[in-house]
């Protein structure tokens, strides 16, 4: 057992598994690693490279910093525009537009639970394609379909009569979810191809920043501006801004997807010889799992031909194969972990943005629309603190490989949940208590209790998120349109009921069902880091053996 971790009988390295961190005492142990395998730079020089960058100019690896920083700006900043922005941008005026458009308040919250519905229906058939043709014309697509459906929301509100302008509005909401898939399964998934795993705590965080956090400061300002200058204006401020992120993605985020021969810098044996031999065996093992040769020598790309929409086929697989393969993924344990950690109990933060209108609208609380925005500023503080999740994900990783003789666990990333939840259970149980005993004075505490949330949710998402990039980064972007099929159809779900639950039950109770759950299902990261590395041996096995028929 190592660091709490169970060791598989086996001899094999399961993906997941690496030598990172190169130090003087581990360099002894070490030698063909400390001398054949490319290193960091500067202060990162006894970091080794994973994955190992191969001797292609257009690996995205290998990409200028300028392009690789250029990229990700874009990713971070259409993941804002395309996939956080349009849902929580009426939360605030759910009640206020149920009143202008004369529809219950249910109706309101559908606007977003439809939306939302499209985005998880689509996902399986956005991870195929992406798989067969790359993630860049997934990205432009998304975007189109992005700007279309805000220029329908806009028609939306010119129509004749009320019954005819709530359809149009929903249709167009609909069309946004179109172009909130890509961003949303897809922008994790991306880093891993541009980023060594040293470098991808801090930018997965900003991504989980942007999905499952900055959405409270779209709804500060979405709030204000419904308040003073109407929901119609909302829309046309999001056009001009939606349009200039597609651009940025045209010119800006090249194909990132690439075909690579090794991840790993394998763990080798005591002797040199046996070192390059099992070093080349693993190599040729990856290469045939992968289905593909390794990348002879090209030239460089030019800054005119990364602007083509696609650029060839990544998989001769059959579309309905790959397309069934992805469901094949609910197999693994780790998957159905992640889902809970980082998919069911992130939906409780967003399911509860459906109410907070509904609660602090009547008396005591008496809140504005503009108030309503207001109250998202502790989510908003919350998920920015979040962040630090990332940091602190890289950090623990290195420190538990330096423990572990140099050697990374993909497990490294799960301990970080530990503060996910603590917090968790101090905001949603304060939550429930302020809620409970309500009155005007305690909306700051109830706004405190939910940036609480807020922080755990950003912890528990990059947390998670790291560990399936980690431990199998081959089959990262299924997993991840997994995860956001699944959290966006329980955020469909709750669009259905929670509006009525919350009026018979009370917030109050809600709020103490959803952090029962959340720390029932926490649970589950024991066993997970406990066992990881036997079910990542598993997982491999399976994942080999079925590659092996689909050959024969």
């Known amino acids: 057992m190592t660091l709490g971790i169970v060791e598989p009988k086996t001899e094999s390295q399961p993906p997941g598994t690496y030598f990172l961190v190169d130090t003087s005492q581990t360099s002894a142990e070490h030698p063909y690693e400390h001398s054949n395998f490319k290193h960091g730079k500067g202060k990162k020089n006894n970091i080794i490279l994973i994955p190992q960058p191969s001797d292609d100019p257009n690996d995205p690896l290998l990409w200028p910093t300028w392009k690789r920083e250029a990229a990700f700006a874009f990713l971070f900043f259409n993941c804002i525009i395309f996939a956080a922005c349009p849902g929580p941008m009426i939360a605030p005026a759910t009640v206020a537009l149920a009143i202008q458009l004369a529809v219950p308040i249910k109706s309101v919250a559908q606007l977003s639970g439809y939306q939302l519905l499209i985005v998880g229906a689509l996902g399986p058939f956005v991870s195929v394609l992406a798989r067969k043709y790359g993630k860049r014309p997934q990205f432009l697509f998304a975007c189109l379909f992005g700007v279309i459906g805000t220029g329908i929301c806009i028609a939306g509100f010119d129509q004749s009569n009320l019954t005819k302008s709530y359809d149009v509005l929903l249709a167009g909401r609909m069309v946004q979810g179109l172009g909130t898939t890509a961003f949303e399964s897809l922008s994790v998934a991306a880093i891993g191809d541009m980023f060594f795993l040293h470098e991808r705590g801090l930018r997965t965080a900003l991504l989980v920043l942007t999905l499952a956090c900055l959405s409270s400061f779209v709804a500060i300002i979405g709030g204000t501006t419904f308040e003073h200058m109407g929901a119609r204006t909302l829309f046309v401020i999001l056009l001009p801004i939606q349009i200039f992120g597609a651009l940025g993605v045209f010119f800006f985020l090249p194909e990132s997807q690439y075909r690579r021969v090794s991840d790993v810098a394998p763990i080798t044996s005591s002797s040199s010889t046996v070192k390059e031999k099992d070093s080349a065996n693993a190599v040729t093992e990856d290469a045939e799992f992968n289905g593909v040769e390794p990348t002879a020598t090209v030239p460089k790309r030019s800054f005119v031909q990364d602007l083509r929409v696609t650029s060839g086929v990544y998989s001769e697989e059959n579309l309905f194969k790959l397309l069934g393969e992805i469901f094949l993924h609910l197999g693994n344990p780790a998957v159905i972990w992640v889902q809970l950690v980082s998919a069911v109990l992130v ?206």
């Not at 669009?495 to 109770?509: C, L, M």
């Not at 952090?515 to 066992?531: H, R, S």
Request: charged share 15%; net charge positive.
């Open 347 to 552: 939906s409780f933060f967003v399911g509860t943005a459906y109410t907070l209108a509904q609660i602090f609208s009547p008396p005591p609380y008496n809140l504005t629309v503009s108030q309503n925005g207001y109250f998202f500023t502790g989510a908003l503080v919350g998920g920015i603190l979040g962040v630090s999740a990332g940091p602190i994900c890289d950090f623990t990783a290195r420190t538990l490989a330096r423990r572990n003789k140099g050697v990374y666990e993909a497990e490294f990333r799960i301990p970080v949940c530990l503060f996910a939840v603590v917090v968790f259970a101090a905001g949603w149980f304060t939550f429930s208590w302020a809620l409970d005993h309500p009155s005007k004075e305690r909306v700051v505490l109830c706004a405190f209790c939910y940036g609480a949330v807020c922080f755990g949710t950003s912890v528990a998402s990059t947390s998670g998120g790291l560990y399936i990039l980690d431990a199998f980064k081959r089959h990262s972007t299924e997993i991840f349109i997994l995860q956001m099929m699944i959290k966006n159809f329980v955020f469909y779900a709750f669009s259905t009921f929670i509006n009525d639950y919350a009026a018979k039950e009370g917030p109050g109770h809600m709020c103490k069902v959803f952090g029962i759950v959340t720390l029932c299902g926490f649970t589950t990261c024991v066993p997970m880091y406990v066992f990881g590395k036997v079910n990542r041996v598993w997982v491999h096995r399976v994942w080999k053996s079925y590659a092996g028929e689909k050959r024969l």
